[in-house]
């Protein structure tokens, strides 16, 4: 082989390597990049997560403070004019714990005990007492 032509394949060989080499340290630059822009797009995620649940809990403790709040006056003092039942205790009528007369219903924030005494028996021993039918 002659030398020029040996010169030429030495040439073609250098700049395929160099070729080679460009594309390699590319590559590595590229996983760089990729692995910093995901690095950096977790830590940007975690810092906005993180400062968006504060916020709205900053946000929602004052909301949830009056909405208890509220409630509370609305269930104490407000009369929602719907009827509702109350279930005789052992503090709170308990003459009638069992009483097959016991009516048990509130209309307008006054309790109907029953028919016969509307407003309860005072001690735990009704005259008026019946088992409930099961």
Same mark, same amino acid.
């Given at each position: 082989m002659e030398k020029w032509q040996k010169e030429f394949w030495d040439m073609i060989e250098t700049v395929a390597d160099e070729v080679e080499s460009f594309f390699l340290e590319m590559t590595e630059m590229v996983d760089s990049f990729f692995e910093l822009t995901e690095e950096i797009t977790e830590q940007v995620q975690n810092t906005i997560t993180t400062e968006l649940e504060q916020y709205l809990q900053e946000l929602a403790d004052p909301i949830m403070g009056v909405y208890w709040e509220l @409630?509370?006056?609305?269930?104490?003092?407000?009369?929602?004019?719907?009827? +509702? %039942?109350? @279930?005789? #205790? %052992? @503090?709170?009528?308990?003459? #009638?714990?069992? #009483?097959? !007369? +016991? !009516?048990?219903?509130?209309y307008s924030g006054n309790l109907l005990v029953c028919g016969m005494h509307p407003y309860g028996w005072e001690d735990e021993n009704c005259p008026d007492w019946e088992q409930e039918e099961l």
């Open positions: @409630e509370d006056v609305i269930i104490d003092d407000v009369d929602l004019g719907f009827p +509702y %039942s109350v @279930e005789p #205790c %052992s @503090e709170k009528n308990p003459a #009638c714990i069992g #009483c097959r !007369h +016991y !009516h048990g219903q509130v």
